[in-house]
């Protein structure tokens, strides 16, 4: 089993984080990071390092799985049931934390999701009563006999 999603909704997407100076790489003329200097060293001037968002669409996501059920009625009433899911999924944006890495830059942070639950198992049982009820008992659990 298996799906992918293209152009998925990205909100808060910040788009004016202060880049990393350096001696080698200076920005608008700063050789060193300080908190002082980040409005100075942002792709936009005038707006501060946080303070410039967009929502967009421009994340995807990509989830494959494997589903097993098995299924096994007995004698006398009795079945069970389990299911095993096997899965993985991957986004380049995780709903509970928008662009957290590097938020210019969105397949930085393509990976597992935050929400992925890579294993599952669930078991169920089914035991039909050997007899027939009758009065308020058969109306409880829905007999459909007048005479049981």
Not at 11 to 17: A, G, K, L, M
Request: charged share 15%; hydrophobic share 40%.
């Amino acid at each position: 089993m298996g799906s992918s999603g293209i152009n998925i909704a990205d909100y808060n997407h910040n788009v004016n984080v202060a880049s990393l100076a350096s001696l080698s790489h200076p920005i608008n003329g700063i050789m060193t990071n300080t908190t002082q200097n980040a409005a100075a060293r942002v792709p936009y001037l005038g707006f501060q390092a946080n303070g410039l968002q967009e929502n967009a669409f421009d994340a995807v996501d990509l989830y494959n799985s494997l589903q097993v059920t098995v299924r096994k009625q007995l004698s006398r009433g009795l079945s069970f049931q389990t299911a095993y899911t096997w899965s993985k999924n991957l986004t380049n944006v995780g709903f509970d934390a928008s662009n957290i890495n590097r938020s210019t830059d969105l397949w930085a942070q393509y990976g597992q999701a935050p929400f992925s639950r890579p294993h599952r198992f669930v078991a169920a049982y089914q035991y039909n009563l050997p007899f027939k009820a009758s009065g308020a008992l058969g109306k409880a659990i829905g007999e459909d006999c007048e005479v049981c």
